[in-house]
């Protein structure tokens, strides 16, 4: 197996962290029957895996579970991390240099504010999306959420949600993507990862060979703010592992809502 480097994505991070890759990894590996779909046909008008996907016709949806929801904070605040997290992920997703802008905003700059940095992130995606590969996030459906812990300059919280969350593969893409099953069932979890292969009928009649990995799961993410403000920016489950993990938050802070999300979840169960 093949592993290709890629360092520090800020995107790579939250979508494989929160997935996060840190390693973009090509190769052979083995696949169940049970964790493959492949060799069919679907006819679709336009496809968030091919160029020229209309995104105004976004199938991200960011939603707050009503049913399952645990909250320990206000139901407007709630919707605006809901509302700021759309953007975050939207803006992530489409890998456009015009929308780089709105999603540094939300993320938190207030303690790490390398925007040169940031910006090489940027150009490293673009060269793998022109290489054929990308990271997207297609639902998010809010279930939990903290109360706030104040710090110095900042408040932070954090959100427990089930993810779908996909990695795309173009038809000009070289690599084997069966290769990245064991770095997605090391986040996600074994059997919550599937591989996809199908024909894809556009609307002029030409078809596109798509390939993709889905991940459906639970995970956490960290929502930060400064004190004077309702701007809500977002962190991995993770974050701490990057290189400016230890700017972001107190460790204190971060254990103890990890903590409080593992106890209530024990009651529940």
Same mark, same amino acid.
């Given at each position: 197996?093949?592993?290709?480097?890629?360092?520090?994505?800020?995107?790579?991070?939250?979508?494989?962290?929160?997935?996060?890759?840190?390693?973009?990894?090509?190769?052979?590996?083995?696949?169940?029957?049970?964790?493959?779909?492949?060799?069919?046909?679907?006819?679709?008008?336009?496809?968030?895996?091919?160029?020229?996907?209309?995104?105004?016709?976004?199938?991200? $949806?960011?939603?707050?579970?009503?049913?399952?929801?645990?909250?320990?904070?206000?139901?407007?605040?709630?919707?605006?991390?809901?509302?700021?997290?759309?953007?975050?992920?939207?803006?992530?997703?489409?890998?456009?240099?015009?929308?780089?802008?709105?999603?540094?905003?939300?993320?938190?700059?207030?303690?790490?504010?390398?925007?040169?940095?940031?910006?090489?992130?940027?150009?490293?995606?673009?060269?793998?999306?022109? $290489?054929?590969?990308?990271?997207?996030?297609?639902?998010?459906?809010?279930?939990?959420?903290?109360?706030?812990?104040?710090?110095?300059?900042?408040?932070?919280?954090?959100?427990?949600?089930?993810?779908?969350?996909?990695?795309?593969?173009?038809?000009?893409?070289?690599?084997?993507?069966?290769?990245?099953?064991?770095?997605?069932?090391?986040?996600?979890?074994?059997?919550?990862?599937?591989?996809?292969?199908?024909?894809?009928?556009?609307?002029?009649?030409?078809?596109?060979?798509?390939?993709?990995?889905?991940?459906?799961?639970?995970?956490?993410?960290?929502?930060?703010?400064?004190?004077?403000?309702?701007?809500?920016?977002?962190?991995?489950?993770?974050?701490? $592992?990057?290189?400016?993990?230890?700017?972001?938050?107190?460790?204190?802070?971060?254990?103890?809502?990890?903590?409080?999300?593992?106890?209530?979840? $024990?009651?529940?169960?």
């Amino acid at each position: 197996m093949i592993f290709h480097k890629i360092s520090n994505s800020i995107f790579f991070l939250f979508a494989f962290v929160f997935t996060t890759l840190a390693l973009f990894c090509t190769g052979c590996a083995d696949i169940s029957e049970e964790e493959i779909v492949e060799n069919h046909t679907i006819n679709t008008e336009s496809s968030p895996s091919v160029p020229g996907f209309d995104w105004s016709n976004d199938p991200l $949806k960011v939603g707050i579970n009503d049913n399952l929801l645990n909250s320990k904070m206000g139901r407007d605040t709630l919707d605006g991390i809901a509302e700021d997290m759309y953007q975050y992920l939207h803006t992530m997703n489409t890998i456009d240099s015009s929308d780089w802008i709105i999603h540094l905003s939300h993320f938190p700059m207030h303690r790490y504010s390398d925007t040169s940095k940031l910006n090489k992130q940027f150009a490293g995606l673009s060269h793998w999306k022109e $290489k054929g590969f990308a990271n997207r996030v297609g639902n998010i459906d809010i279930q939990y959420a903290s109360d706030w812990i104040l710090e110095e300059d900042q408040m932070v919280a954090l959100i427990g949600h089930d993810i779908d969350f996909y990695q795309d593969f173009l038809p000009n893409f070289e690599g084997n993507p069966e290769g990245m099953k064991f770095m997605l069932e090391d986040k996600y979890g074994r059997g919550n990862c599937t591989y996809n292969s199908y024909t894809d009928i556009m609307g002029n009649g030409d078809s596109l060979l798509i390939r993709n990995w889905h991940a459906h799961a639970y995970t956490n993410t960290y929502v930060l703010c400064n004190l004077d403000s309702l701007h809500f920016t977002f962190l991995p489950i993770g974050f701490q $592992k990057a290189d400016f993990g230890a700017q972001m938050m107190d460790s204190e802070t971060m254990l103890t809502l990890l903590r409080d999300h593992r106890e209530l979840f $024990k009651e529940e169960n």
